[in-house]
């Protein structure tokens, strides 16, 4: 019989599908990404702010908690700014994923990052790229036969390669597999697995090319949120397009004192009074479904990297990220 303890990890399986939007989804030489062909323009970033997360778990029934641990996992967000002449960009990224001993032997990570050429302040052109392991399992029973998968040799992946312009979308998804060894904090280049997957005739893929009048500004999903983090306080609407579909993003930013007190006990914030929260939904426009999310921000950094997010991928699963200064920063995915 499972323990607790083993029962409570399992549902971890969910991490990969609740780190990033990836989911509401080696010849010749590999052509490179979008996002890769956009970073040719600039020399090195001017400026790079980088913001370290520690996981944690909450299972709970009708939002009464069943179990808690800390540290299943981690998280690092950056954030880069470019230019090069009259051309200027922000580029910015999240990698998160579990830690297999402290999660039961689940392995999840996923990976995005975008680059978004502003003009002015809006943006005119941008790519994205994404990579996280494929998460199947849908039920209590399935993620109990998931504990221990760090051992497997090989896993399945799912993953990205997007370019956007005014009111045209262009983007690649691919599903493959390849080693099961890789960790969030320890795998080679995602971007290369990624273009071998493209030229791997064994690998599903699946092309879109879209135009829409209405895209007129293409807006990808993390410079959106980073945006809404940088607006008035109040209630905010922006839509932004992924894979050739459109999704509205409704934000609400506020102060939050009583959350803001605790960080700033924890060493987190100088002042309390700075820290801001924003409540976020997401919701693909040909859907019912959303998404929702809260994040924590002190307003004094002018990064607007976050202090914490949450979120709930599943009714019992509730998923944090809290910054933790004692995390080591990894290198670029």
């Known amino acids: 019989m499972k323990t607790r303890r083993e029962f409570g990890s399992g549902v971890l399986v969910g991490i990969g599908a609740a780190l990033s939007p990836l989911r509401q989804l080696w010849g010749s030489a590999p052509k490179p990404l979008h996002i890769e062909q956009l970073l040719e323009r600039f020399p090195a970033p001017l400026a790079e702010a980088q913001s370290c997360y520690r996981a944690d778990i909450a299972i709970q029934i009708f939002r009464i908690p069943l179990y808690r641990k800390r540290g299943v996992g981690g998280a690092v967000a950056n954030l880069r700014r470019y230019r090069s002449g009259n051309e200027s960009a922000v580029g910015i990224s999240f990698l998160a994923g579990s830690n297999p001993p402290q999660a039961g032997g689940v392995n999840r990570f996923g990976y ?23 998460s199947p399992e849908s039920s209590f ?23 956007l312009k005014a009111s045209k979308s262009v983007s690649t998804s691919a599903a493959f597999a390849s080693s099961g060894k890789y960790t969030w904090s320890g795998h080679p280049s995602l971007a290369g697995l990624m273009k071998r997957a493209l030229l791997d005739e064994s ?15 293409p807006l990808t999903f993390l410079y959106a ?60 426009l040909a859907k019912n479904g ?11 950094e002018a990064n607007a990297l976050p202090l914490r997010f949450e979120f709930q991928p599943k009714p019992f699963l509730k998923l944090s990220f809290e910054r933790d200064p004692h995390m080591k920063p990894l290198t670029r995915a």
């Open 141 to 163: 029973e399935s993620a109990r036969a998931a504990l221990g998968e760090a051992d497997r040799e090989q896993a399945h992946y799912n993953g990205i390669d997007g370019y």
């Open 203 to 217: 690998s599903k893929l699946k092309e879109e090319s879209r135009a829409n009048p209405r895209w007129a500004v």
């Open 112 to 134: 995005i990052e975008e680059v978004v050429l502003e003009a002015g302040a809006a943006p005119a052109e941008a790519a994205y790229f994404g990579l996280m392991t494929s």
């Open 225 to 284: 949120i980073s945006r809404a983090l940088r607006q008035p306080e109040g209630k905010h609407r922006a839509n932004y397009i992924y894979h050739g579909r459109e999704f509205e993003l409704e934000t609400v930013r506020e102060p939050d004192a009583k959350k803001g007190a605790e960080f700033q006990e924890a060493g987190l914030v100088k002042n309390w009074a700075s820290v801001l929260r924003l409540e976020g939904r997401s919701k693909q």
């Open 290 to 300: 959303k998404t929702s999310f809260t994040i924590w921000q002190d307003a004094s």
